[in-house]
């Protein structure tokens, strides 16, 4: 037997088709208590930022949204139409909506993102601790941003092209090393707050991220079964962000 050169390993490729149980999802989430409300912690106004993924905007989470508005929460959309801006400049605007939402309702603020979303919530809680309560990441690769389906890298090429070409509200090439997002990458590769409550949801039928890349040391680990789209719409997560948004992760010590 002749002994060869050994192939590297070739990382695996998200299975895309998994993603067809989007609807499947859905309609499971709005027959199940969770959806009416039971077992869910009341809100009394508590504040939650919702942050959406790649290419979607902030209605990509307006299921989830109204679902906490309806337990009492106080819910604030980010302003993003479509998550393919400049991960600097995102940040910036995030801190700033949480400056708002913080203010008003005088308690710091649980951020839910979502892919992108949850990548953008953690930097921003290494940036500004003081006012995140807790971070609850959905199928979010922040061990490694371009862990994805071929598919989607393809589309993150074409936006940055197009930002490159300077079309504005895109990010370009030079987001990867320049000076507009030095601080995004220096804050996403911090380590996290020891009093910031992080919960990484993720799972390893997701169609879209490699789940490994989801695993984040710092994070209290998840994992459901599901669709990297039905994130939002599914309903173990909901079971989960009710617990994450329960009595036993309040109050923060001062």
């Not at 993603?19 to 499971?28: H, M, Q, T, Y």
């Not at 789940?211 to 599901?226: H, I, K, Q, T």
Request: net charge positive; glycine share 12%; hydrophobic share 40%.
């Amino acid at each position: 037997m002749t002994m060869g050169v050994p192939r590297p390993r070739i990382p695996s490729v998200p299975p895309l088709w998994r993603e067809s149980r989007v609807g499947l999802e859905a309609a499971a989430l709005l027959r199940s208590p969770v959806w009416r409300g039971e077992g869910v912690p009341p809100g009394n106004g508590r504040p939650v930022l919702l942050v959406p993924g790649f290419l979607a905007g902030d209605g990509s989470l307006s299921t989830m949204t109204k679902w906490l508005r309806a337990g009492g929460y106080r819910t604030r959309r980010t302003g993003i139409r479509a998550n393919v801006g400049c991960s600097g400049e995102a940040c910036d605007r995030i801190e700033e909506r949480l400056e708002e939402l913080s203010s008003r309702t005088g308690a710091p603020v649980t951020i839910v993102g979502q892919s992108r979303g949850g990548i953008l919530a953690r930097a921003v809680a290494v940036r500004r601790p003081d006012l995140v309560e807790g971070i609850v990441t959905l199928g979010a690769p922040v061990l490694s941003q371009l862990r994805v389906h071929p598919l989607v890298l393809l589309q993150v090429g074409v936006v940055g092209a197009l930002g490159t070409s300077r079309v504005p509200g895109c990010f370009s090439h030079r987001c990867w090393r320049g000076a507009c997002c030095e601080d995004f990458r220096r804050d996403l590769g911090a380590p996290f707050p020891a009093d910031v409550r992080y919960v990484a949801i993720y799972s390893r039928s997701d169609g879209i991220v490699d789940y490994r890349a989801c695993l984040d040391p710092a994070a209290e680990l998840v994992e459901v079964r599901g669709s990297h789209l039905g994130m939002g719409l599914s309903r173990p997560v909901y079971e989960h962000v009710a617990r994450v948004l329960g009595p036993e992760a309040l109050p923060r010590a001062a």
